[in-house]
């Protein structure tokens, strides 16, 4: 006898799943963003830095400021995606399901801690 090939099940709502998926790619976009800020920054700032020490510009702080603002509008971009991604779950009813295991939220949790800690080595000039 043979045997009837079967086809996966599908979801129930396919437009709730192609929600999520955008909502993925979104945060997505996000980190990216903000992974461009902090190279850019921490770009900046050694340039700046190394400037400032040869005595090219007269403010010794600039190079510390515009590293700051870099990886805080970095930082500040990872919190606002997050913040996005979780409010359209929870419109769908979905923050239970999707709670942790996405590798996208884990990909902003790790992007996060980060840009927090490269925030916080320009701020004490540790790098």
Do not use: C, H
Request: hydrophobic share 50%; glycine share 10%; proline share 3%.
């Amino acid at each position: 006898m043979a045997e009837i090939e079967r086809k996966p099940a599908r979801p129930k709502d396919l437009g709730e799943l192609r929600t999520v998926m955008a909502a993925d790619r979104t945060l997505m976009a996000w980190i990216r963003t903000a992974l461009s800020m902090f190279s850019f920054g921490f770009t900046i700032y050694k340039v700046l830095e190394s400037m400032a020490d040869a005595g090219t510009i007269q403010n010794s702080q600039s190079p510390q400021t515009v590293g700051l603002v870099l990886a805080g509008m970095g930082v500040g971009s990872i919190l606002l995606g997050t913040i996005g991604y979780w409010l359209t779950l929870r419109d769908l009813e979905q923050a239970g399901k999707f709670r942790l295991g996405r590798p996208v939220l884990l990909m902003a949790a790790f992007m996060s801690v980060i840009g927090v800690l490269l925030f916080a080595g320009i701020a004490t000039r540790a790098i």
